[in-house]
């Protein structure tokens, strides 16, 4: 009987590993600690070989030599990085047209914390570095012991005992490495058993790029630059790689196999009769060299940037490519999750986007290890094919790569823009998820009025607000129609949002029926103090004029000052560039004071009451009314962006204005002080934050569920509708 080869074993075992976790779903997702120990004894004697591998060989190593090998390296680097930044300017075609405003993320008003380069490259603490796992500062540290080696004249003393103790790690590494087959069976059930389809269908336009892009590159791309420079087969290559790609793949790390890696690069030399001595010694120098510069695995990730602004409704403008490549470049020296947000920053990009790229990660993840590892042994093989005298530029074999990939490329990325257009016409837009969200709270019994009027139910002598609600059983509520995401009259004309939903909440608490009242634009005051309402539960920001003319709750909510403005109009984007301008017009609705505080920062600017605030987004105003922007709500103004796809939301000042919103209330002590215990209680439990996640944050509330699995939503409901069948034919 034919023996099973090891690389075969590992496929097995990622396919059992798959088949058992959406089988069995949640039941084995325990399997993913097993997956962890085994990752971690990968891990155990890696970073140890790498700074002992540097200081060994860069310590043997002679000067011209050294430079040699790291020019022709640098040279690779940059050529293999030019190729990636041509593909993420074409990649982002494939996107078609499609609109969608973005939630308000509470990033707007975080600060962008830098990159700490130093802590990231400079060894200050190479002990620290080592136990936190701090690769490129550990790197540095080993190359500059190696260089301090190199000098010595009897350094043979200390790196002979050095090279014996790194035979030894390599050794434990392939002893672990026999455990992959079934290290690979539990991570990959681990893994599938807490997939959400769900969160990774709203990706589907990144993850199919991406995955496209990887493959374009590993099996197209790569290898024929393997051919056309190299004296090694693209085949030869893909055979004896294949079990550690796979591994990484399963692991989502490359330096877990990185001794694996280098020892399989040299398999590659191997085959070529190109394994000498010094082949071997560039081979354990430069792959660790190599580890923390870009590579095109992490590179590509990038693309994730002009999907983001894609998804937010306005393409990457070409004039935003030159910045777009320029800190990938800068920020793929570090991990996507910690460069990605910087990205998005620059480029203005709504970082609420960056939890999309999170949930990502669960694929991405290991389909970005597999192409860096590929990057790694291709710049291995031109790096030492160029240091030996064996690099060869094959005519015929470029000429046919150029078309091969060019004809391949385009017909991918035109495929792509037709497969996405015809499945994003089945994904919703932010605007319709908004508009599909349904209320969280026990929905009670309600009318919604058509006007505004007192408040039929008189107060009888000496009655409060309070006594009044639990002896009718009907509790007066105050609205803005037009207050998204507050409260508004969804797609099926129901009256919904943040103020309804904790309205419903409240009625339940008073075990009563709710009248919904619109309140009439610009008289709030005289119609709460006038008995119209018992509360008013719109977005109503908290100010000493307000409290002087009416009875105000505590705060409930704290918002950020913002304004709304039209897309292609950046003289808004900065607190610079919008106190230079001459003048400017800001609109506001009903709060002159907040409108005044805002705009105190720039001298020249004027404000403008609306009645309406259609009037702002038709531009129903005469001729010589100009209106720049509208001030509100950074989350008010997130869902304007929503309903009107050419607008964004910008703070211009130099700091963030927060403001409070709170109830306005019917004249009435033991009312307010009710209110505000209820309040301080809805805050407690939790109510308000769940109600906050989805109509402000867009994150809609469903009960916790178990993920998809065959057993349970197969195999389990067809036993348990036969059982019931069976149960009801015996009854």
Do not use: C
């Not at 003393?157 to 390599?170: G, I």
């Not at 796979?246 to 190109?274: M, R, W």
């Amino acid at each position: 009987m034919k023996k099973i080869s090891f690389s075969v074993k590992v496929i097995i075992g990622l396919f059992f590993g798959i088949l058992l976790g959406l089988f069995f779903g949640e039941r084995v997702s325990w399997l993913s600690v097993a997956g962890d120990v085994f990752i971690g004894l990968l891990q155990m004697t890696v970073l140890p070989y790498i700074v002992f591998s540097l200081i060994v060989n860069i310590g043997r190593l002679s000067l011209d030599t050294g430079k040699k090998l790291v020019t022709n390296a640098l040279i690779f680097l940059v050529m293999l990085l030019g190729i990636g930044m041509i593909y993420l300017f074409v990649l982002p075609f494939a996107f078609p047209q499609w609109g969608s405003g973005s939630f308000y993320s509470s990033d707007f008003i975080q600060e962008t914390l830098p990159f700490d380069f130093v802590k990231l490259y400079i060894p200050a603490n190479p002990f620290e570095s080592l136990s936190n796992n701090v690769v490129p500062a550990a790197v540095l540290f080993s190359i500059f012991i190696g260089l301090g080696v190199m000098k010595l004249p009897e350094k043979e003393v200390l790196l002979k005992p050095l090279e014996t103790l790194n035979s030894a790690f390599n050794q434990v590494n392939k002893m672990i490495i026999k455990l992959t087959p079934v290290g690979v069976f539990s991570i990959a059930a681990g893994v599938v058993s807490e997939l959400s389809w769900a969160d990774l269908s709203r990706l589907q336009g990144y993850l199919l790029i991406y995955i496209v892009a990887v493959l374009i590159f590993t099996f197209i791309v790569l290898p024929y630059i393997i051919s056309i420079f190299t004296p090694f087969s693209p085949k030869t290559v893909f055979k004896i790689t294949k079990s550690t790609l796979i591994t990484i793949f399963a692991t989502g790390k490359i330096i877990v196999v990185y001794p694996q890696l280098i020892e399989d690069i040299k398999e590659i030399l191997k085959s070529q009769n190109e394994d000498n001595d010094e082949a071997k010694k560039e081979v354990d120098i430069l792959l660790p060299l190599a580890y923390p510069f870009p590579n095109l695995g992490t590179f590509m990730i990038y693309v994730f940037v002009p999907f983001a602004a894609w998804y937010t409704g306005k393409a990457l403008p070409l004039g935003d490519y030159p910045t777009f490549l320029g800190s990938t470049l800068l920020s793929s020296f570090v991990a996507p999750v910690t460069g990605l947000p910087f990205t998005l920053d620059m480029l203005n990009i709504p970082k609420e986007t960056f939890n999309l790229f999170v949930l990502s990660t669960v694929l991405t993840d290991r389909i970005r290890v597999v192409l860096g590892a590929f990057h790694l042994i291709t710049l291995a093989l031109l790096t030492i094919s160029a240091t030996q005298g064996v690099l060869r530029f094959k005519i015929k074999k470029f000429i046919e790569g150029i078309v091969v990939i060019i004809v391949v490329s385009t017909l991918l990325v035109f495929g792509m823009n037709l497969l996405l257009k015809q499945n994003m016409k089945n994904i919703p837009t932010n605007y319709e998820i908004l508009n599909s969200f349904r209320l969280i709270s026990k929905e009670q019994p309600n009318e919604v009025l058509a006007n505004s009027g007192k408040n039929p139910k008189i107060k009888w002598r000496g009655e409060n607000t309070l006594s009044r609600i639990k002896r009718t059983g009907k509790l007066r509520v105050g609205f803005y129609p037009n207050a998204m995401p507050y409260s508004f009259f969804n797609k099926d004309s129901l009256l919904v949002g943040l103020g309804i939903d904790l309205a419903h909440q409240l009625a339940h608490d008073l075990d009563a029926t709710i009248d919904f009242v619109p309140v009439t634009s610009g008289k709030l005051t005289q119609e709460i103090n006038n008995d119209y309402i018992d509360i008013m539960i719109s977005d109503i920001f908290i100010s000493g004029k307000y409290a002087q003319l009416m009875t105000l709750s505590k705060p409930y909510l704290n918002v950020s000052l913002a304004m709304v403005v039209k897309k292609d109009n950046d003289e808004f984007d900065t607190f610079k560039s919008t106190a230079a301008l001459d003048t400017f017009t800001v609109a506001y609705f009903q709060r002159e004071d907040i409108a005044k505080e805002f705009v105190s920062f720039f001298p020249k600017a004027g404000i403008y009451p609306l009645n309406d605030l259609n009037d702002f987004f038709s531009e129903n105003l005469p001729d010589t009314i100009k209106l720049d922007a509208y001030m509100t709500s950074a989350e008010r103004a997130s869902a304007l962006t929503m309903v009107y796809s050419e607008y964004k939301v910008v703070n211009p000042l130099p700091y963030h204005i927060t403001n409070a919103l709170v109830f306005p209330l019917a004249k009435d002590d033991v009312w307010r002080k009710y209110i505000n215990n209820w309040i301080d209680f809805r805050t407690k439990d939790g109510t308000t934050e769940r109600l906050y996640d989805q109509w402000i944050l867009g994150h809609e509330y469903i009960e916790e569920q178990e993920s998809w699995s065959f057993y349970e939503n197969v195999i389990m409901q067809k036993w348990l509708s036969k059982s019931d069948t069976v149960t009801n034919k015996q009854k």
